[in-house]
């Protein structure tokens, strides 16, 4: 995902608690990382208030990742709502919020919303990720897909992508769609 959209030396904002592969892949970049500490007295969550000081008109992505991979963290919509207007109000147009939720339907106690929908614009600079493998239980499947602001980007991705992992194997991708379409696992898709 960051090599569509970064290049040595770009700012990337992420949870250092947050998924392994997101530094990991912004240093393989020779991309700039900079980290947004969560602390646990929050819940592993942040602010407005909090990401406000780490974003600047050079800040060219954010990675959002709620529910949290590995800490649990779960931001609220006010949260969500008080991010997204910082990350318009001090961000340039071309950012991109690279918006996580792998394990939106693992929140037991009410519906999973995306920062996309909170604030006006929020929907055309987030890439939202998400994926069958925890949904359905189905950890070997790997199976994941990325919603783009633009169909360009996405061509873009595709191109990328192309060259990492060439395909998924067929079976995945059939039992990915049966998953999806099963009445009897009728997962509320309302937050997208």
């Excluded at 030396?9 to 530094?23: A, M, V």
């Excluded at 240093?27 to 929050?42: C, D, F, G, M, T």
């Excluded at 996580?100 to 919303?113: F, K």
């Amino acid at each position: 995902m960051q090599q569509t959209y970064c290049n040595p030396g770009t700012r990337l904002s992420i949870p250092p608690q947050g998924f392994p592969i997101y530094e990991s892949f912004i240093h393989y970049l020779e991309a700039k990382p900079v980290p947004i500490h969560l602390k646990e007295e929050n819940n592993f969550a942040i602010s407005g208030e909090d990401i406000q000081p780490f974003l600047t008109r050079q800040t060219k992505m954010i990675f959002l990742n709620y529910p949290s991979n590995p800490t649990g963290g779960v931001a609220s919509p006010e949260q969500l709502r008080e991010i997204a207007q910082v990350i318009r109000g001090r961000c340039s147009d071309d950012v991109r919020v690279f918006s996580d939720e792998v394990y939106e339907h693992i929140i037991l106690t009410a519906l999973n919303i995306t920062a996309s929908s909170l604030a006006q614009g929020m929907e055309k600079i987030t890439v939202l990720v998400s994926g069958a493998s925890k949904s359905f239980s189905w950890t070997g499947g790997r199976i994941g897909w990325a919603l783009f602001p633009t169909a360009e980007e996405a061509e873009v991705f595709r191109n990328v992508n192309i060259n990492y992992f060439s395909c998924t194997a067929a079976y995945n991708q059939e039992g990915a769609r049966l998953a999806l379409e099963s009445p009897s696992a009728r997962i509320p898709f309302a937050a997208w």
